[in-house]
Nanobody, 125 residues
Framework: VQLQASGGGLVQAGGSLRLSCAVS????????MGWFRQAPGKEREFVAG????????RYAASVKGRFTISRDNAKNTVYLQMNSLKPEDTAVYYC???????????????????WGPGTLVTVSS
């Protein structure tokens, strides 16, 4: 399984970006998907997760209400729509795939089997 995230860039505070993660290899719909991020000097943190069929989602408290995760299984792609961006959202964003179906466990990065190389999001104040 190979993952490739795209869509990062520089945006002003209050702006929006949409990240995409294209997945190739084994059956995309077999995996729950997640987005994580790592800011400079900080540990990687969970951002959002979505179930295999897209019916269930989970968000970190810091992004709930501002970010939306979605997926298109026909296009083998997962998305992260980010609105009302803040400078503290600045980070490298990673998409990842897991066979774990329980959303309460998606915040654990070590349960994700496959990772993409990340895309940088910079939010200026």
């Amino acid at each position: 399984v190979q993952l490739q995230a795209s869509g990062g860039g520089l945006v002003q505070a209050g702006g929006s970006l949409r990240l995409s993660c294209a997945v190739s290899g084994r059956t995309f719909s077999s995996y729950a998907m997640g987005w994580f991020r790592q800011a400079p000097g900080k540990e990687r943190e969970f951002v959002a997760g979505i179930s295999r069929g897209g019916a269930r989602t989970r968000y970190a408290a810091s992004v709930k209400g501002r970010f939306t995760i979605s997926r298109d299984n026909a296009k083998n792609t997962v998305y992260l729509q980010m609105n009302s961006l803040k400078p503290e959202d600045t980070a490298v964003y990673y998409c990842a795939a897991t066979t774990v179906s329980q959303e309460l466990r998606w915040n654990r990065g070590n349960l994700f089997d496959y990772w993409g190389p990340g895309t940088l999001v910079t939010v200026s104040s």
